[in-house]
């Protein structure tokens, strides 16, 4: 299309005709037409042309285009291009320019078709073309491409990737959009991706394939919403974890277009592991905690359901690791506790759980038992490997283990009964004296059921007067004067009777009603030596045993300092008699306790000396005023005994720290004897007295003859 003279092409036969064809077919063309030289004159215009141009008639157009000159062309370069692919090829197709609309001069884009007319004899005659205004579809191009731009510059602020998925009717998948954080997600770029559609499924990670595949697998398929969630191998090979939240934007001929969001989830998957893992594994093990071990159980029991094997629950305690931890700090205790965790799990199959039941006591479940005498072997096997020396970063420790075993289903067939039974089967194993397997038995059953019933019994016994004190004499060795006494706690159930102290005394501690009371115990005491002192000796001394419990609750709810000084009494009428494994509890606040009694003047006495943990080494920390020997050791007493040996050499030792020293369990004249030729102070046991009510105490000693 250019401008120029009109010039009709006539000088050959059959032009008439010709032109006539040309004019017919050019006035029913719908879309512009046009003839015209190389040169650019105009020759015709067709009527859908004149109206594109803006003008009535050809005419009009023609004188118009010969007034305006080589001026159509907004940009005059595109005219000479479109002249030089004429010349080269002979032909344009789909040529696109921006032009002047001749009427209006407004500016309107073409598409424009064109090609060479020669003669006979190959000479150039003319170039022939058609016209098409597409300036509303360049617009939306444009706007597209705008729309596109503002879209991908968006979607660049927004973490994750957005994209537009077509899947065809046939299943084959094209990318129309993918924003810029596929680079920092998946380290590939959105053309990329737009030019191979399958790269995004080769980035998912091989084991997560088909969580995404499946919701492609068809034309039907890509028309369900997705929210899934799997890993991707980024281009650098990190792995990644993802969430994809996809669905049907539209559904026509072309196939069903998609949209999605992709986001990197990674940061959440790991804190999720972490709080799992925090859940479920006990921290410094890093074994199963108690959650997860219920889990394993469970599973442990549905198994045994399913092919009828049976299972054992085994309840492992470390014996005296408390005091592990006192000695060599809490670190090394925690050294230990890995280490014991490893040697437990070494003793065990890898299908077994070990757990960290709490604190030193450990958990573990040996499932698919055919022979029930094998958790007894694993038991015993555990109890050695623990019970070897331990390395605590240049300190060494050692501890034994107890272990308590049940079976199911042959004692039980749930887990809370399970855990209860190897729990009390663990109690008889440290109750007979620690480093042993105690196997669950229904008498356990029974013993626990008596404690429970004990425990609820014992809080009444208190308000409804069932506790009352006997006094046993503590005897000077040397004279045979009586000026001590231990107050000893008994119960009178109204309908068992006398309860032994070694049965309601652990369970007072354990429930925590031994404080109350053992405030009820000192309060009685204070009352009955106040008596005793004002009717018997003015010096007299009572001894109190206080409970670690006691100590660890604040000393009690009373202030029995204070309970002296507005009885008139001084200090030292009232020893509290304490064992060594208290000594050994030094976050409790033990030893501000017992200097604040040492100010008041009441004294100490360390009972049940020489069967406690290192007890020597504590006896240079606090102010002790008397040991007493275990009457382990006063049993067997005899000329030339060992435990006459350790006897010497106990009395020696308290003589030379300034303690005195009471001896325990004496029943027969030839171990006072022996105790009072090694340098005794004090006796204490049936062969002088058993322990006695206030009246039969003052009759017992008005009976005795004049010291």
């Known amino acids: ?305 399913r092919d009828g094997s049976r299972l054992a629950v085994l309840f492992v305690d470390l014996d005296h690791f408390k005091q592990v931890n006192d000695t060599v700090g809490h670190a090394k205790g925690d050294l230990l506790l890995v280490e014991a965790a490893r040697r437990i799990v070494g003793c065990v199959r890898e299908v077994d759980t070990v757990a960290r039941f709490g604190g030193d006591e450990f958990t573990v479940v040996l499932g698919g038992l055919r022979d029930t005498l094998r958790a007894g072997e694993i038991a015993q096997h555990i109890v050695q490997a623990l019970g070897q020396a331990y390395d605590l970063a240049g300190e060494t420790a050692f501890v034994s283990a107890s272990v308590g075993i049940t079976l199911h289903p042959d004692d039980a067939h749930d887990i809370e009964d399970l855990l209860k039974y190897a729990d009390q089967a663990l109690y008889v194993a440290k109750d007979a004296g620690r480093n042993r397997v105690s196997h669950f038995t229904p008498e356990l059953q029974q013993a626990a059921v008596t404690r429970s019933r004990l425990a609820k019994d014992l809080r009444a016994a208190l308000a409804e007067g069932q506790l009352h004190l006997a006094y046993q004499p503590i005897v000077a060795l040397g004279s045979g004067a009586v000026h001590k006494a231990e107050a000893l706690l008994r119960w009178r159930h109204p309908v068992r009777g006398p309860v032994p102290p070694g049965d309601f005394i652990p369970i007072a501690e354990s429930t925590g009603l031994i404080v109350d009371i053992g405030d009820w115990v000192f309060r009685e005491a204070v009352r009955q030596v106040q008596a005793w002192r004002a009717r018997l000796c003015p010096d007299f001394q009572l001894s109190v045993n206080k409970s670690p419990v006691q100590f660890v609750n604040g000393g009690g709810r009373h202030d029995w300092i204070a309970l002296l000084r507005q009885a008139g009494l001084p200090g030292q009428c009232v020893v509290l008699e304490i064992t060594e494994s208290l000594l050994l509890d030094a976050a409790s606040g033990v030893s501000e306790q017992l200097l604040a009694l040492r100010d008041a003047g009441i004294g100490v006495s360390l009972d049940d000396f020489g069967t406690g943990y290192s007890s020597m080494a504590y006896l240079q920390h606090y102010d002790i005023d008397h040991l007493k020997i275990d009457q382990r050791f006063v049993r067997h007493l005899g000329p030339g005994s060992k435990e006459l040996a350790l006897c010497k050499a106990i009395i020696v030792m308290a003589h030379e720290l300034g303690m005195t020293v009471i001896a325990e369990g004496v029943e027969t004249a030839a171990q006072r004897d022996l105790l009072a030729a090694a340098g005794c102070d004090y006796g204490q046991g049936y062969l002088f007295a058993r322990p006695m009510a206030p009246a039969d105490f003052e009759a017992w000693l008005a009976a005795r003859p004049p010291a």
């Open 1 to 305: 299309m250019s401008a120029g003279a009109a010039v009709d092409p006539a000088g050959s036969p059959g032009a008439d005709a010709s032109h006539a064809d040309f004019a017919t077919l050019f006035d029913f063309l719908p879309i512009g037409a046009y003839r015209s030289l190389p040169d650019g004159t105009q020759l015709r215009a067709n009527p859908a042309l004149v109206r594109l141009n803006g003008y009535r008639s050809e005419a009009e157009l023609l004188a118009a285009v010969h007034d305006i000159g080589r001026e159509w062309y907004v940009e005059p370069d595109r005219r000479a291009e479109f002249c030089a692919r004429m010349e080269r090829d002979g032909h344009v197709t789909g040529f696109v320019s921006e032009i002047w609309r001749h009427g209006s001069r407004e500016r309107i884009w073409i598409s424009e078709n064109a090609h060479v007319v020669r003669d006979a004899a190959g000479r150039l005659l003319f170039y022939e073309g058609t016209v098409e205004e597409i300036t509303d579809r360049v617009q939306a191009q444009a706007a597209l491409r705008r729309s596109e731009e503002e879209l991908r510059l968006l979607t660049a602020q927004l973490p994750g990737v957005l994209y537009r998925l077509l899947v065809t009717p046939s299943g084959q998948r094209r990318y129309t959009f993918v924003s810029e954080g596929v680079r920092e997600l998946c380290g590939v770029t959105p053309q990329q991706v737009m030019d191979d559609p399958e790269l995004p499924l080769r980035l998912v990670h091989p084991e997560d394939v088909p969580v995404v595949a499946d919701h492609l697998s068809s034309p039907e398929a890509a028309r369900r919403p997705i929210d899934a969630v799997f890993r991707i191998v980024a281009a650098d090979g990190r792995v990644k974890w993802v969430q994809m939240s996809s669905s049907a934007a539209s559904v026509d001929e072309r196939g069903t277009l998609r949209v999605g969001v992709m986001v990197d989830i990674s940061e959440r998957k790991q804190a999720e592991a972490l709080i799992w893992q925090q859940a479920n594994f006990d921290a410094l093990t890093g074994l199963p905690n108690r959650r997860m071990l219920r889990d394993r159980l469970e599973q442990a029991i549905r198994q045994c359901r």
